[in-house]
């Protein structure tokens, strides 16, 4: 089964620069089940809930990426708070959850700004410079040896 390459991106985003985790080390099913219950406004992946939103993988690692330097100065500063990797990981998911609207809301405006540009017409901006013409057809016989 081929799998979404933006779930390879977030996954391997918050397995290496969020978990910095390495190869040695996967993210746990519980880990993983938070990040699809994400797509679906959930707290944990299931089915049995109702979807409360609806967001794509894209959408969740841009939100990682943006508040990647907030989650891990919070790691830094509470590394002897965390009683366990699930409790770590549920703090940034935490941060993740209270940031990801306002990540939507830019990347739609984002995305209406640059529909508005492309959608600007482009006719009223051509320049029609004015042709010279001269008024005199006598040229000045001095001023050709300059030439």
């Not at 391997?12 to 996967?26: A, F, N, P, R, W």
């Not at 690692?61 to 699930?86: G, H, R, V, Y």
């Not at 540009?117 to 482009?122: A, E, G, M, P, W």
Request: with cysteine; proline share 1%.
């Amino acid at each position: 089964m081929a799998q979404n390459p933006d779930w390879i991106d977030l996954y391997t985003y918050v397995h290496d620069k969020i978990m910095k985790y390495d190869e040695t080390i996967k993210l746990s099913k519980y880990m993983v089940l938070r990040l699809q219950g994400m797509t679906k406004g959930q707290y944990i992946g299931n089915n049995k809930h109702q979807k409360n939103a609806q967001y794509d993988y894209k959408t969740i690692l841009i939100t990682f990426k943006m508040c990647s330097p907030q989650i891990l100065q919070w790691f830094e500063s509470n590394k002897t708070a965390f009683k366990d990797e699930t409790h770590k990981f549920n703090s940034a998911m935490s941060i993740i959850d209270k940031e990801i609207n306002t990540v939507v809301m830019r990347l739609k405006n984002a995305k209406k700004s640059e529909e508005k540009t492309i959608d600007i017409k482009l006719e009223n901006q051509i320049h029609e410079g004015a042709e010279y013409i001269s008024k005199s057809k006598d040229v000045d016989k001095g001023l050709e040896d300059l030439w």
